[in-house]
């Protein structure tokens, strides 16, 4: 390849490559909050989740991973208040027993999850939240935007917990990498 050749491709990949750390950070901005139930204990029994859910902002679009020794647990989601108050297993929406499930929440309104074991349930393991319209308010995106990275590899039920108190937002910064690639790239131009 000839020196104005091998100048011309790397400003083509310097360009293709700042095309893609926009794209990137634009959807980091526009990504989906990421709540784990519990944070680092994840969904188990005698958890404080009405203290875990307090002061988090839960919007459509955004998703809550209940992670759990699998064939010990299970996750329903019910109805209504009154079923969730009364462990009410008779006409669930969903039942959930993978161990890692992830709840995208697409409607406005309140949710009413429960452990599916009735004595957990009556023992107080259960989760009520609002979810609200997407981008109803500017103290949801300023609160999501500070927040910590939240979610690793759920296959192994490995995750990293927020900051407590704080909202969750699934957080990747390409920046670094990409500045060393292009400081190199461009090196290698000016050579």
């Known amino acids: 390849m000839t020196q104005c050749g091998k100048r011309s491709f790397l400003l083509q990949l310097s360009?293709?490559?700042?095309?893609v750390l926009m794209m990137l950070m634009y959807m980091d901005e526009c990504s989906a909050a990421q709540h784990l139930v519990g944070e680092d204990k994840g969904w188990v029994p005698h958890s404080n989740f009405d203290g875990w859910a307090s002061g988090k902002i839960f919007q459509v679009g955004d998703n809550l991973w209940f992670a759990y020794a699998s064939g010990e647990q299970s996750v329903l989601e019910l109805k209504s208040r009154e079923e969730w108050e009364a462990c009410d297993f008779s006409n669930p929406i969903r039942l959930?027993?993978?161990?890692?499930d992830s709840v995208p929440l697409v409607d406005v309104g309140s949710k009413f999850f429960t452990s599916g074991r009735v004595e957990d349930c009556r023992n107080g393991m259960k989760l009520h939240i609002n979810v609200d319209a997407a981008g109803s308010s500017?103290?949801?995106?300023?609160k999501s935007q500070s927040s910590s990275p939240l979610l690793g590899q759920f296959k192994n039920v490995a995750a990293q917990a927020p900051a407590?108190?704080?909202?969750?937002?699934?957080?990747?910064?390409?920046?670094p990498i990409f500045s060393f690639?292009?400081?190199?790239?461009?090196?290698?131009?000016?050579?």
Do not use: Q
Not at 96 to 100: L, N, T
Not at 164 to 173: A, D, L, N, Y
């Open 164 to 175: 407590s108190g704080s909202p969750s937002k699934s957080h990747f910064s390409p920046l």
């Open 181 to 191: 690639v292009l400081m190199v790239l461009f090196a290698l131009w000016l050579h």
């Open 96 to 100: 959930y027993k993978g161990g890692v």
């Open 138 to 142: 500017s103290e949801a995106k300023s």
């Open 15 to 19: 360009s293709a490559a700042m095309i």
